[in-house]
């Protein structure tokens, strides 16, 4: 995994994913990249709003990052909403409508479409709240205190 | 707030709080540092455990330091365990009984005595859970991209 220390060079998703996170930011929702919902799976982008709502956001630098990814349906169990980040110049048509959708490049972000709610079961939330808190902290940690 | 970025100099009680740290990452608890339970309210360090465990720990680095804190009974009712953090020449015959014990320096630490457990209500701990994985977050997201 690059690009989770400050010093890493950020890959063309990973810069997207940047802004993405600088916008939620703005919006109260709290944002961990490249977080693993569970062992195997990693999503770009997981968003804790200010209510405990949580988001999926996965970046596509390009057509083919896209159209290779066979994996993103299995995203949206573990969300109440799902969005994808795109340059400006990504053929959006390509996207699924039903999706909620984010323009995005490296310093910022603007939500499109809002992508449809599906709330997730209580037991899952609750899991998955933990686990992003422990997954962030230790990562919070290992930059505070490199030695851990 | 000072000694929450990596190259800012640490306190004696932040020092002691790193060693905790480090120990509690050895357990699988994930720590955040002067976490805010509350607005108006500071604790040291909250660790998160793997089942949810929530505990709290109070960094003491000299006799003052702890006779002249009137605070440290409100923070029981954020945690499911309570604890000290002294170093080896803390006199912890001051420290009351029911409490937990942790013996630290700035690059380890020894759990001594258990704090004994009083469950937190389940609304709480969700909300507390919901505030460590934000202010985590938050943090991180501050260290990587302080452009935030």
Redo the contacts between chains.
Sequence with gaps: MTG???SDPLSAGQLLA?GV??HL?GHDF????EFTPERGKRVDVMA?G?R?EIWVIECKSSRVDFTSDRKWGGYLEWCDRYFWAVDVDFPTELLPDDTGLIIADAYNAELIRMGPEEKLPPARR?AL??R??????????G??????
């Design positions: 989770l220390s400050p940047r996170c600088r930011s709290a944002t961990v990249e804790l200010p405990g609750k709240t933990l992003f808190a422990r997954q962030a902290a230790r990562r919070l940690q930059l505070r205190d490199p030695r851990v």
